[in-house]
Each structure stands twice: as C-alpha cells, then as structure tokens.
T-cell receptor, first 116, second 118 residues
Framework: AQTVTQSQPEMSVQEAETVTLSCTYD???????LFWYKQPPSRQMILVIR??????QNATENRFSVNFQKAAKSFSLKISDSQLGDAAMYFC?????????????FGKGTMLLVSP | DTEVTQTPKHLVMGMTNKKSLKCEQH?????MYWYKQKAKKPPELMFV???????INESVPSRFSPECPNSSLLNLHLHALQPEDSALYLC?????????????????FGSGTQLSVL
C-alpha cells in the first residue's frame, strides 16, 4: 500500500515571502501521479498542482512549483510571493497509474499561516 | 460548468433520523466519489461509482447507503448514524474512467456537507 507523509503540521510565512511544504511518499510502483490540494476555511478542496511521475520536468502553476525527486520519493511544494489568500490546509496526494479511478491517498496535511 | 454541487451545506440529525446528502455534476463525468473528512484530518474514501455502478466500497458501515440514480447525481442515504459519524462529507467527480484506463485526470470536489449527529 502507498503512504504519503507530510512532516510539517504547520508552517508560517509572511506576505511576499517564499515557503516550501514537504511531502514524501512510499510506493513500489514506477508510474503514478502526485498532487497538491489546498483546502481553505471554506473547506472546498482545490487542486493546486499535479505531477506525472514519468515526467522529469517539475510542474509549475504561476506562483506554485514543485520539486519532484523520484529516487528520493519526495514531492515538495514551493509557494512564491505568498499572499493572504494562500492561507489554508495543504494536502499532498498520491494516485496510482494502475487504477482507473482517481482514488487518492492523502497525507495528513500542513496548515499554512500567512501573516501581513 | 465545472462545478460539483452538494446539498445541503449543513445538516444536523438525531441518531434515529433518516436523511440524504445529494451531489450533482454536469461535466459529463462518469466516476463519482464520496469522501468523509474529520476535522483537521485528510479526506478518507468511502465509495466510488463508475458508470452508475458501485465499484469501490471501503468497508463503510451499512448505515451509509450510496445511490447513483443517473450519471449526474450521487446520493448518500443516512440512517441510524452515530455521533462519531459527524464529519464533512465531500463528493467528487472525474472524467470517464475504467479500470486499466488511468489518466492524469483532475478530481473535482464539491464544497461538502457538514454533518452533525446528535
């Protein structure tokens, strides 16, 4: 079974600064997908960024980028130029490429606090 | 329309009540999901429907009964719940998927129903 570990229960950052959230995972599969989801106080789960394991290039979405290290099974999220609206719980998630369904294995989450 | 709509947003029920949660999407997605999320915890998968058929049941107690009447609707019928069932119930959907046809597709979540069982 796959596991996803987020070792930082809470992180703090000031507006306009950069913060990195850590995620490691354990799997015996070679093909899979990794995601970062954001859950603000509204509790809607919002997809931030996704990475295909077979792609070496790190995914980027505007101010969000990942550092994907497949050999180390590490998938960190970097948020640049942090904004107050970035404050939320962030979940790292894994999905097997062998499954026909988008069933996700989530980490426990990292609460991101953003101060002015 | 890229929304998954869940109703009601909040629900309070007694342990003897029967209630239903509803989820609707009009994106043509053929896979729909129910997740349960306790406070400050990650979502946990409950059920997956694919082409209106129940494909995954993660050993959920029978007091939770899912139903997929058509490709756009997903219900979760609740009966004789316990206080520990209080949680946020999230519905999600994704594009056409069949076992063995995995794609890097997005999972769209609704805003959830916050359920309190008294």
């Amino acid at each position: 079974a796959q596991t996803v570990t987020q070792s930082q229960p809470e992180m703090s950052v000031q507006e306009a600064e950069t913060v990195t959230l850590s995620c490691t995972y354990d799997t015996s599969e070679s093909d899979y997908y990794l995601f970062w989801y954001k859950q603000p106080p509204s509790r809607q789960m919002i997809l931030v960024i996704r990475q295909e394991a077979y792609k070496q290039q790190n995914a980027t979405e505007n101010r969000f980028s990942v550092n994907f290290q497949k050999a180390a099974k590490s998938f960190s999220l970097k948020i640049s130029d942090s904004q107050l609206g970035d404050a939320a719980m962030y979940f790292c998630a894994y999905r097997s490429a062998n499954s026909g369904y988008s069933t996700l294995t989530f980490g426990k989450g990292t609460m991101l606090l953003v101060s002015p | 329309d890229t929304e998954v709509t869940q109703t009601p947003k909040h629900l309070v029920m007694g342990m003897t009540n029967k209630k239903s949660l509803k989820c609707e999407q009009h994106m043509g997605h053929r896979a729909m999901y129910w997740y349960k999320q306790k406070a400050k915890k990650p979502p946990e998968l409950m059920f997956v429907y694919s082409y209106e058929k129940l494909s995954i049941n993660e050993s959920v107690p029978s007091r939770f009964s899912p139903e997929c009447p058509n490709s756009s609707l997903l219900n979760l019928h609740l009966h004789a719940l316990q206080p520990e069932d209080s949680a946020l119930y999230l519905c999600a959907s994704s594009q056409d998927t069949r076992a063995g046809a995995a794609t890097n597709e997005k999972l769209f979540f609704g805003s959830g129903t916050q359920l309190s069982v008294l």
